[in-house]
């Protein structure tokens, strides 16, 4: 069952209303494990009256967004991060003045979907709207450094207990009805150079810039149609090296301020050796599956592509069969309700592996709703098996509202568990499937194709059972003067097969008479503890656009928006960062205002809702104001 929805203008597709949107064209530039994205939304607006144009996209959990401008009838104009309420009335006091303006904020119960507002477009009027962001992006089984374009963005599930009725809006698009295309180019940047790249999507030839396939330049083929993710796998030389960027500070900024100081940014690929399983590897592992409605979709918009329940329930199964004997397990199933095969966790066995398999492939998507924090609640009741540490498989599409609710309720028992979660298709919550496996010491993956299912499940089951990196600690050896301070907590733990990255702000002088120094990286993994040293040059890099700066605003903004204590203090720090370093968090949003016209825009205001590949959603609730004839 989805939530109830109000639609109080409509939704639009090319059948029937002109849709604004005409393309969208995206320049990235990847260097190592980070992709700095230029994003431009093009639009005309063809009818006989303003319009007000709402424009619903989703981006990865651990994406920032640093800066919006648009393009509007010539001129530029460059919005401005404030708090969120007042951004709000500064747009529509705007409209209500008949100035056009444009707005951009991040969804309030969630951090992977954002919402822009693009209003009083004349008729006739064109409009190009610029978005910038950073992202840390993944590393699959095979070792490829994965970005992704997301195209589709699923309808979220409100419970119960969730929003009043009427403020969601769901909408439904089909593939066939989006009249744009996709432009992406890309380049690709690695010190230990770049062996190739793949996609599922047509590209055009890999060109390499450099002689030493340092830097390289891709671009999808002409003509691609944003009908499925754009998903680029880029495959390195020496990918395990750790490497380090020392960027320099914003122009202007205060020193000693995060965004005034040099930052540096450790990225660790560490190649973790087999060490012998401890009692750990009998644990105690139970799988929680999503039975919502939701689940009965495609992966993706493909013709043969199986529905992410097929895909959930083959993943689950391939883990039942891949068990070490002497662990205890249980699979739980939710929607609406929950179900589970046994009372409480049972040990495993033949027998007991072969009939919870065949159970499994009797599940079906008829549960209803996506109401997760129930059955995750009657896990965290059950008793413990001494000896046998407890971990959580989590099989979903992610389609809920209440994500930092959930995620609260995972954090609260993390100290029972370890959160191993798996994001099923196309459009998969990023927030909530990266949120709950970062709460309870775990790690995320998001299945989208057969292809890659069974390597991604058993690396998870891997980490599961095998112990991983701990008590990290960092000894710096800098030249006199200056001191390396953490931005956040920094990493607990890292498991085989993941990337970690590490921020740090230089106080101090640099001198430019200071040689390259080193810091000391010391890493325990029982029975051994590795002690691994990094050199790193102290020249500056210097850039406008400063993705180590962003990205490292990004993870303290999500570090003090996910922690609950001392809520009040936390609050005001994170909107002192996100306010300095430009990155959107749930306190802030850009908005911009042509004040310049030479007259107000006239005529009645219509609201118009861009579609997208797939299925959006989006809260809605903003009134979107009227304006009267003169």
């Known amino acids: ?50 319009v007000e144009t709402t424009f619903v996209f989703p981006l990865d959990d651990e994406a920032a967004v640093y800066a ?6 010539g001129k530029r104009i460059e919005a401005q991060i404030q708090e969120k309420k007042q951004a709000e009335q500064e747009y529509d006091d705007a409209l209500s003045e008949g100035h056009q303006a444009f707005l ?22 064109e409009a190009t709207l610029k978005l910038r962001y950073v992202q840390a992006l993944a590393v699959e089984p095979d070792d490829a450094v994965r970005f992704v374009l997301p195209a589709v963005l699923n309808p979220r599930y409100v419970p119960e207990a969730g929003p009043e009725e009427g403020t969601v809006n769901i909408v439904h698009v089909l593939t066939k009805d989006v009249s744009y295309i996709l432009s992406l180019n890309a380049r690709v940047e690695s010190p230990y150079g770049i062996n190739r790249v793949e996609s599922k999507c047509s590209l055009d030839p890999l060109q390499y810039m450099t002689e030493d396939h340092t830097t390289a330049q891709v671009s999808l083929a002409e003509g691609h149609q944003f009908d499925r993710d754009v998903e680029l796998l880029i495959y390195y030389e020496d990918v395990h090296k750790t490497s380090a960027i020392l960027e320099a500070g914003k122009f202007g900024a205060a020193t000693g301020s995060l965004m005034g100081d040099p930052t540096l940014l450790l990225t660790l690929y560490p ?38 329940i097929q895909s959930a329930k083959e993943t689950l199964i391939f883990l039942l069969k891949s068990l070490p004997l002497g662990c205890y397990f249980n699979v739980y199933s939710f929607g ?64 809920v509202f209440n994500t930092n609710e959930v995620i609260a309720e995972v954090r609260r028992n993390s100290g029972s ?11 998969a919550s990023t927030s909530l499937v990266k949120g709950i496996a970062r709460a309870a010491g775990g790690s995320a993956e998001f299945i989208t194709g057969k292809e890659r299912m069974q390597a991604k499940a058993l690396q998870s089951l891997k980490k599961a059972l095998q112990p991983a990196i701990s008590g990290i600690s960092l000894n710096w050896e800098l030249p006199s003067g200056l001191e390396a301070k953490p931005v956040g907590s920094g990493p607990q733990v890292i498991f085989q097969g993941q990337r970690c990255l590490i921020y740090a702000q230089i106080r101090g002088q640099l001198q430019a008479s200071d040689p390259p120094e080193a810091h ?5 993994l029982p029975p051994v503890s590795p002690t691994e040293t990094t050199k790193f040059s102290l020249q500056l890099e210097k850039t406008d656009r400063l993705p180590v700066h962003r990205l490292a605003a990004q993870a303290l903004l999500q570090e003090l928006e996910e922690d609950k204590e001392k809520v009040e203090e936390k609050q005001l720090l994170a909107l002192e960062t996100s306010l300095s370093s430009g990155v959107v968090c749930s306190q802030t949003a850009y908005v911009g205002v042509n004040t310049e016209l030479g ?18 959603g989006a809260k809605g609730g903003r009134s979107v104001q009227a304006l009267s004839d003169h």
Request: glycine share 8%.
């Open 104 to 125: 951009l904020e991040r969804e309030e119960n969630t951090s992977d979907i954002f919402t822009c507002n693009l209003g009083n477009l004349p008729p006739g009027g």
């Open 271 to 308: 190649s973790i050796s087999a060490v012998k399983l401890g009692h750990s590897a009998a644990g105690e592992l139970i799988f929680l599956l999503d039975r919502s409605g939701s689940m009965d979709t495609t992966m993706d918009n493909s013709c043969d592509s199986p529905t992410r």
């Open 417 to 427: 568990h370890r959160c191993f979660s798996f994001g099923i298709g196309e459009g």
């Open 1 to 50: 069952m989805w939530p109830s929805a109000t639609h109080r203008y409509g939704f639009l597709t090319s059948s029937n209303l002109p849709v604004p949107l005409k393309s969208i064209l995206v320049d990235v530039i990847i260097r190592g494990f980070v992709a700095d994205v230029v994003s431009e939304l093009q639009y005309q607006n063809e009818e006989k009256n303003p």
């Open 599 to 616: 007259k107000p825009v006239q005529g009645p205001l219509l609201h118009r809702d861009v579609p997208f590949p797939g299925e959006l």
């Open 520 to 524: 000391q990286l010391e890493k325990a």
């Open 68 to 73: 919006f401008e648009g393009l509007i009838d």
């Open 336 to 399: 609406s309700t929950y179900e589970s095969f046994y009372p409480q966790s049972v040990e495993y066995t033949q027998e007991s592996m072969s009939t919870s398999v065949q159970c499994v492939k009797e599940l079906d998507c008829d549960l209803g709703g996506t109401e997760i924090i129930k059955p995750l609640k009657a896990i965290y009741s059950q008793p413990y098996f001494e000896g046998h540490p407890r971990q959580i498989f989590v099989f979903t599409d992610g389609e």
